[in-house]
């Protein structure tokens, strides 16, 4: 006569979700609230005062400023190439042909020149138009403009900081591992995030009429 067992199934293993990159999710879902209510600030100055807005929009380098947004749309490509580097556990160059020879740490430092290219820009912009009648005290409009436009240099200047970071911590740990890799993700997030918004604040600015 024979006996069969009777075993209890092998739990499955969950995977969980990592705790920083939904960390960082949730903060930049406040940030997209901040940022509407800059957006809000256009939307009233454009309803309420039409003739403020038309003056003061054709101060505005729309030319230069298409540059200087392709410049970070370019960078957010540079910087997804540093995160497709950084899974693949490859945080320098190595020998091949094509991208995927280059690691994360040289992406991310393309990266990082122009971002940095991009705030430059902005603050050339700025000296323009204050030479032009237009400081920050003139009037609403240029109050909203210099404060929609410097509150997201200010977050891409973060952004650079948190790339400096990342290559450092690159060059500062013996092994590439996964959690540098999640750090490359997460900051790929924020700089996402700053990218998006640009290409809005963009429109909103340059474009709408």
Not at 55 to 60: A, F
Not at 109 to 126: D, N, R
Not at 138 to 161: E, I, K, Q, R
């Amino acid at each position: 006569m024979t006996t069969s067992a009777t075993y209890a199934p092998a739990p499955k293993t969950v995977k969980r979700p990592d705790p920083v990159a939904v960390g960082t999710i949730v903060w930049l879902g406040s940030e997209v609230m901040f940022f509407a209510g800059l957006f809000a600030i256009y939307f009233t100055l454009r309803s309420t005062s039409p003739e403020l807005w038309e003056s003061r929009t054709e101060l505005l380098n729309v030319p230069f400023a298409l540059v200087n947004t392709i410049i970070l749309v370019l960078s957010s490509v540079t910087c997804q190439m540093g995160v497709f580097a950084a899974e693949r556990m490859q945080p320098y160059t190595v020998k091949g042909n094509g991208w995927k020879s280059w690691g994360m740490v040289p992406w991310f430092g393309l990266t990082f020149v122009l971002g940095a290219i991009f705030v430059s820009g902005q603050v050339w912009e700025y000296a323009q138009l204050v030479t032009e009648g237009m400081p920050y005290t003139a009037d609403s409009y240029s109050s909203a403009f210099y404060l929609t436009t410097g509150f997201h240099a200010m977050h891409v200047t973060g952004g650079l900081v948190a790339f400096l970071f990342t290559i450092g911590r690159a060059f500062a740990v013996k092994k590439f591992t996964h959690k540098e890799a999640t750090t490359a993700i997460v900051v790929s997030y924020y700089w996402h995030f700053v990218d998006v918004v640009w290409i809005a604040l963009f429109a909103v600015i340059y474009f709408l009429q």
